[in-house]
């Protein structure tokens, strides 16, 4: 008898009618002889909805005086659907029951509203699973020691159910979504995308992190560093197709290259539209300036993605970075108020329009000319690129934001991503 834990997202929790078919399924893995464990989220709008009423209330603070109040409010959305889950199992005749995540208890640190979960105390759902019972945990949240309600910040019911995969040490978790797995890019900007049947976790990583929002990055690090299988599949599918089949549907992320894995050298194309770029000129080109640059960011709670440090002239230099479109206002003040004016620096500019596109695949590693062939297909559409940045198994470039799609199309193209490999 295999553990196995379910995720459902909130289009797939949208409605009472969802919610009956997320039950039906359920019950269908239940009655095959598995132990269940099934981590929802809010019903689809819910959680936004409940965060506008507190802006109606009183106006967002500065100095996070509200944070608390907004975890505690935030949870409200798990808690209904999963409770609404539950009566749904128990309508279809098996034994459910629903906990909050201060009831298992998950464990996490207290920054609220980006909570990080530090332990899960597994007892009281294994007590209920060896008792027959189908167990519901709100996603999304936990509770710190002094007993307040924590979120992990949104998209944290991933997190949330990698994490009670990984302490229960289930044989996989399923995060059952409204797309039918992870793709080569966004369909909807290259409708020729193909859908992956497996990708390796350092690829999910990059993809993640690179803009892909088929799951959320923190998912995947958890994913990572406790080896917890991950499958990517649909809950739109009926929910009574046969369950062999469910469990080799969608996308497996897997943690071994082995012969079975696709071979390409560029699996997918990420792109991300929330970037900006903040460049400081004519700073002192000096040991220890980007210390003080970035230092001061950092504290600032602003978090930096790429970085570029021009070439020294006449002992100054010009130092570029991006941070998240929300920030560029906040970072650019920062800059400008205080380190600019500590630093000498000439000028301040930044440009809130661009986009990273990134190419993500394991075979970069032992392939030459992968990042030049980026480069000669975008530079074929007369695209111009303003940062780059490597790794082992990513290269990504900031560009105009008005020739995301176009790059897009280009490099997925390219790297003939559209056709399914030999």
Not at 134 to 149: L, M, R, S
Not at 248 to 274: C, H, P, W, Y
Not at 334 to 339: E, G, R, V, W, Y
Request: hydrophobic content about 45%; some cysteine.
């Amino acid at each position: 008898m295999a553990l196995i834990v379910h995720k459902y997202g909130g289009t797939s929790m949208g409605s009472t009618e969802r919610i009956r078919n997320v039950a039906k399924r359920v019950a269908k893995w239940a009655r095959a002889g598995h132990q269940m464990v099934v981590v929802p989220s809010a019903m689809s709008g819910e959680t936004n909805r409940l965060l506008a009423l507190a802006k109606e209330v009183a106006p967002a603070k500065a100095d996070d005086a509200y944070h608390r109040e907004l975890d505690q409010l935030a949870a409200t959305g798990e808690q209904a659907s999963s409770a609404l889950l539950a009566i749904a199992l128990q309508a279809e005749g098996l034994a459910a029951v629903s906990y909050s995540g201060w009831q298992v208890a998950i464990k996490t640190n207290s920054a609220f509203t980006k909570a990080r979960i530090e332990s899960i105390d597994d007892a009281r759902v294994r007590a209920d699973l060896a008792a027959g019972k189908v167990v519901i945990i709100t996603g999304f949240q936990g509770v710190d020691d002094a007993g307040n309600v924590t979120t992990l910040g949104r998209g944290g019911s991933d997190t949330s159910a990698v994490a009670v995969a990984a302490a229960m040490k289930a044989q996989e978790c399923l995060i059952y979504t409204d797309v039918d797995g992870v793709y080569t890019t966004d369909p909807r900007v290259v409708p020729e995308a193909r859908r992956l049947k497996t990708v390796s976790f350092e690829e999910m990583l990059e993809m993640a992190s690179m803009g892909s929002k088929v799951l959320q990055i923190r998912s995947v690090e958890f994913a990572g560093k406790y080896k917890v299988p991950l499958r990517v599949l649909s809950s739109f599918t009926p929910w009574d197709i046969d369950i062999h089949e469910e469990a080799k549907s969608g996308t497996l992320i897997s943690f071994e290259e082995d012969e079975n894995m696709e071979q390409a050298v560029v699996s997918g194309i990420a792109f991300n539209r929330d970037e900006a770029k903040i460049s400081l000129l004519g700073v002192p080109d000096t040991p220890g300036i980007a210390y003080q640059i970035l230092g001061a960011v950092a504290q600032a709670n602003i978090e930096v993605d790429m970085i570029i440090q021009n070439v020294s002239h006449e002992g100054k230099t010009d130092f570029s970075f991006t941070v998240h479109r929300n920030d560029f206002a906040r970072a650019t003040d920062l800059l400008k108020s205080d380190i600019a004016p500590k630093l000498g620096a000439r000028q301040v500019i930044g440009d809130a329009k661009i986009c990273k596109v990134s190419i993500v695949g394991i075979g970069m590693r032992s392939h030459v000319g992968v990042a030049s062939k980026m480069f000669r297909a975008l530079s074929e559409e007369g695209i111009n690129i303003q940062m780059i940045s490597t790794s082992e198994i990513k290269t990504s470039v900031v560009i105009d934001e008005k020739y995301m799609e176009l790059a897009v199309r280009a490099l997925h193209k390219a790297f003939d991503l559209d056709q399914q490999p030999a």
